[in-house]
């Protein structure tokens, strides 16, 4: 009570800090009127004064105010957009790196600008962060305008580009792409064996949109570069088969954790199904030899059970495509790992594709936390602030809008049954559509869209199609008439590539569109339809000048009859007296978009984004949710007592309840899975932190290593301690010489080394010790090396050492992830012993870390004590020159090749005879071709290779 009072008199934190930029405002307005009468030459100008300041010892914020009075000019002359006071506020948000929350429709796509523009002028490189590649190719064609006008260059990444592409883009002033292009080309740069192929720069400056969706919703789950596996697909669809015969009591599921146990019985029941198929190895399905099979059946069992199609996923093209849970939409290339993916393939008979091996990963929240400097924004960030400064030590900036927000939000009307709740909302659909108001129903899967479709359908709706121009004519006609059409267009991942014109033309007079939780974000629903979308699509095929232009008057006028329809659109509504004689009251809902809210969100996140839908820039609106107690937030987190309490108050079919306390309870049970989720997100972090710091140090050895022209002195360095290790393995100091392993140590040095020295010889010499022997076999080790670089010259064996350190170095990593993940899947149990997890997990991981680099030093030193390299003159056609192989350090026999590389010298240019491929060498791929026709090699002889 005292902290609201303080607040009406002094003002929230908030509110203080908002005020504080407000100098800095008046300074930008300030500078317009001298602004203006630039010209286009002068003001472009600005941008190399301000690179020039920024030289010669400036700061970006002692040129923020100018350079904010210089976009917004650029984008008044480029895009006709004037940036609003408050955008200017939003600017300054993601310049200081924290998140700029402002509504839906307030042009946090220009607000971008600002923040980019003077972030662009330091030449390091800023990144846009988007949720799909529409918006990256969207954002990067409208507000590259602003940046092309004042000197500066964009580029964008999108799925398919060639890492020639791909540099060039990151190259740029400014990069706008998705977050899982980033992500993966910062991995896929780590698996690089040359530091010119690597194609990002060091992270300096990123504006994440939507950042709660890429830093909340989609922070457990991890990018992942993957190779195959041994093939067991046929497996799957072995175990598949017994799962149907489980009955509900052989398996316990728990729908709040999303995890499911076999019991007892069903576990004898399921061993006895594998015994009599002939598949059960031993006595028990709990056997060692049966661990895959184990594997095999739990995975299955989460198939059928935790996971539901067109929910979770959907089956397109014989693929099984993952469903982003928060925003409905498709995945395409996302996999399921550990399995689960195939199990569902399985379970729905699709072609079963092999499992893969991690080869690197790594999280968003690491990836993000890599830059110097990030910012966001978004229309909801407040009610997880705690988590973005806990996590990323971003603080949630919320910039008041520039008209005052004119929607009303009413309160929940909370149904029994969920038929009951349909023909609610059905009813209601029924009444906005009879006045025109165009309504926008959020839903939270697949299948559940599809089945409010199914209702309207069975009421005389007929489901359009927005890529068919004559459907949408015919709701366009319908308009003009002011007579509902009962039409309605259905927007979830099987309409995935339609989504922004959906989302666009939801705004229509009579429009109905059905839509998963956040499909088409990114995209505004304006009043009366989108002129920019009309004027492409109708426009498309007219080379007339003249009836162009006369198409986009008859538009233009379309739309703001449109809009006039749809702000009167309101509903007024008579409340019966009340006993006592008091007069009839009446009641005026507004026009607008009205948004209805088929059933509550986990988080009050998305809830706050489907509303946020409507009301854009002070447009009238509406919004209201219609709740079941069988939804799955209401059936999970009890509502077996509100059921019971309803049916002794007498509540009848078709009733509902409407009170602010219902809205009040439902917050509270958002807020408590809120903070479920978010305390696993944080124990996720904890864990994949230390990866993460593994991870790092590997990456950053790989760049050091791909930097050093010659890594001769590491690859020694690895040699001696190796040979130290060997001797105080088998000749510990301080011991007698009878008790010295010398057999040990001298089977050893040939297993290893491929040396066969005299150690049983040294060792009977009197008063020799063990640093003697060390530096005895040092000495040989170092003289054969030797011998290899006087054979095929320093050049050559430099760059053998380096490609056979690198290629190590990747195989070991990737085997260590593996087993990284195995640690984490089992390190669990050791709760049960009173031992934290997450102590146990760190230590058992560092140990692990430096066994990888023991074996590392042990592989590296055996395969160049190994390497034969044959001359080019010797070599037969199609035969590599040299295979770098793992050696099993507990056998000293080779495994399969580690890879097969032809290595050959690399040659000078100068040397190279343009006539006589046999001269050339080693060739980049990004070199000029030595033929000499200008070409890059890979386009012209690399061709072949």
Not at 410 to 422: F, H, L
Request: proline content about 4%.
């Amino acid at each position: 009570m005292i902290g609201a009072l303080a607040r009406k008199l002094f003002g929230s934190a908030n509110d203080r800090r908002i005020k504080s930029y407000q100098p800095r405002v008046n300074a930008i307005n300030a500078l317009e009127p001298e602004l203006v009468k630039l010209s286009d030459e002068a003001l472009r100008a600005r941008t190399a004064e301000f690179k020039q300041q920024l030289a010669d010892g400036k700061t970006l914020d002692d040129i923020l105010v100018p350079a904010f009075a210089t976009v917004r000019e650029a984008a008044k002359r480029t895009l006709g957009q004037r940036h609003f006071d408050v955008q200017l506020i939003g600017g300054m948000v993601l310049h200081e790196g924290d998140i700029a929350e402002m509504k839906t429709g307030e042009g946090k796509t220009l607000v971008a600008t600002l923040a980019v523009y003077l972030n662009a002028l330091a030449g390091k490189g800023v990144h846009v962060v988007t949720v799909n590649d529409y918006l990256a190719k969207r954002d990067a064609e409208w507000m590259g305008q602003i940046y092309g006008f004042l000197g500066l260059t964009t580029g964008v990444i999108v799925h398919g580009l060639d890492d020639e592409q791909r540099k060039a883009a990151y190259a740029c002033d400014i990069t706008y792409g998705t977050n899982n292009e980033y992500g993966f080309d910062y991995l896929r740069d780590n698996m690089k064996y040359r530091l010119e192929d690597m194609v990002q720069r060091p992270h300096y400056f990123a504006i994440v949109d939507e950042v709660d969706s890429i830093l909340i919703d989609e922070a457990r789950t991890p990018l992942i570069i993957s190779g195959p596996l041994d093939d067991r697909s046929e497996f799957y669809n072995t175990i598949d088969a017994y799962i149907p015969k489980l009955d509900k009591s052989d398996y316990e599921v728990d729908e709040k954790q999303r995890t499911v146990t076999m019991t007892e019985a069903g576990m004898e029941k399921m061993e006895q199904m594998i015994r009599e198929a002939g598949l059960l190895k031993g006595d028990s399905l709990y056997d060692i030899e049966n661990v895959s099979t184990v594997h095999h059946i739990n995975q299955g069992l989460r198939a059928h059970t935790l996971f539901t199609r067109d929910k979770d996923y959907i089956v397109r093209d014989g693929e099984v495509v993952i469903i982003d849970e928060f925003t409905g939409r498709m995945m395409p290339g996302r996999r399921y790992s550990e399995g689960l993916h195939q199990a569902l393939e399985a379970k729905e008979h699709q072609p079963i594709q092999p499992e893969n091996q991690t080869l690197a990963s790594i999280t968003f929240q690491n990836y993000f936390r890599m830059y110097e400097k990030l910012g966001g924004m978004t229309g909801t960030a407040a009610t997880e602030a705690d988590e973005f400064f806990d996590i990323y030590k971003l603080e949630v900036r919320e910039i008041p809008t520039n008209v005052p927000v004119a929607r009303l939000d009413e309160d929940d009307e909370v149904y029994r049954t969920a038929n009951e709740k349909y023909a609610a909302i059905l009813a209601e659909i029924e009444r906005a559509n009879a006045r025109l108001q165009p309504v926008l129903v959020g839903t939270a899967s697949i299948e559940k869209s599809e089945t409010l479709a199914e209702y309207l359908k069975k009421n005389g709706y007929k489901q359009i199609d927005f890529g068919n121009q004559k459907a949408l004519d015919k709701l366009y006609a319908a308009a003009r008439t002011g007579k509902p059409a009962k039409m309605f267009a259905v927007l979830n991942a099987r309409f995935h590539e339609q989504e922004a014109y959906i989302v666009a033309e939801a705004g229509i007079p009579g429009a109905i569109t059905i839509a998963t939780n956040m499909a088409g974000r990114g995209t505004d629903i304006k009043l009366g339809g989108s002129l920019e979308m009309r004027i492409a699509q109708e426009t498309a095929g007219i080379e007339d000048e003249a009836e162009k232009q006369a198409r986009i008057a008859q538009i233009k006028a379309d739309i703001e009859k449109f809009r006039e329809i749809v702000l009167k659109a309101e509903e007024t509504i008579e409340i019966e007296p009340a006993k006592g004689g008091k007069p009839a009251k009446t009641i005026t809902k507004p026009g607008g978009l009205y948004i209805i809210g088929s059933e509550r969100h986990e988080s009050r996140r998305i809830d706050n984004q489907l509303r946020g839908r409507s009301g854009r820039q002070g447009d009238p609106g509406r919004s209201k949710f219609f709740l079941s107690l069988e939804d799955d937030l209401m059936r999970i987190f009890g509502s077996d007592r509100l059921d019971s309490m309803l049916q002794r108050l007498g509540l009848k079919e078709g009733e509902a309840i409407i009170h602010p306390w219902i809205n009040k309870a439902l917050e509270k049970a958002q807020q408590k899975v809120e903070a479920r989720n978010f305390d696993i997100r944080k124990n996720l972090l904890k864990f994949d932190n230390v990866q993460n710091d593994q991870r790092k140090v590997i990456f950053d050895q790989r760049i050091d290593l791909m930097r050093d022209e010659d890594v001769a002195e590491t690859v020694a360095d690895m040699r001696h301690a190796l040979v130290s290790d060997m001797v105080a393995k088998h000749v510990p100091e301080g011991v007698y010489p009878e008790q010295w392993d010398v057999a040990g140590l001298k089977e050893e040095l040939n297993r290893v080394l491929a040396l066969d020295l005299p150690v049983d010889e040294w060792a009977k010499e009197e008063g020799i010790a063990d640093e003697e022997i060390s530096e005895r076999i040092e000495k040989r080790v170092d003289e054969h090396m030797a011998a290899k670089v006087a054979q095929w010259g320093p050049d050559v064996m430099r760059y053998v050492e380096k490609t056979v350190l690198l290629q190590t170095l990747d195989h070991l990593w990737r085997e260590h992830l593996i087993m990284l993940d195995h640690l984490r899947q089992v390190v669990g149990l050791r709760g049960y012993g009173q031992r934290d997890p997450l102590n146990e997990y760190k230590a058992e991981a560092f140990n692990l870390f430096e066994t990888m680099i023991a074996h590392l030093r042990e592989a590296v030193t055996a395969q160049l004590m190994r390497v034969e390299i044959v001359p080019p003159e010797q070599q037969q056609p199609e035969l590599p020159m040299m295979e770098a192989h793992k050696l099993n350090p507990d056998t000293g026999e080779d495994e399969v090749p580690l890879a097969t590389m032809a290595f050959s010298p690399p040659t000078a240019p100068a040397d190279r005879d343009p006539n006589n491929p046999a001269t050339w060498g080693k060739v980049g791929r990004n070199e000029n071709c030595p033929c000499g026709s200008g070409k890059k090699f890979k386009h012209c002889h690399g061709r072949f290779a």
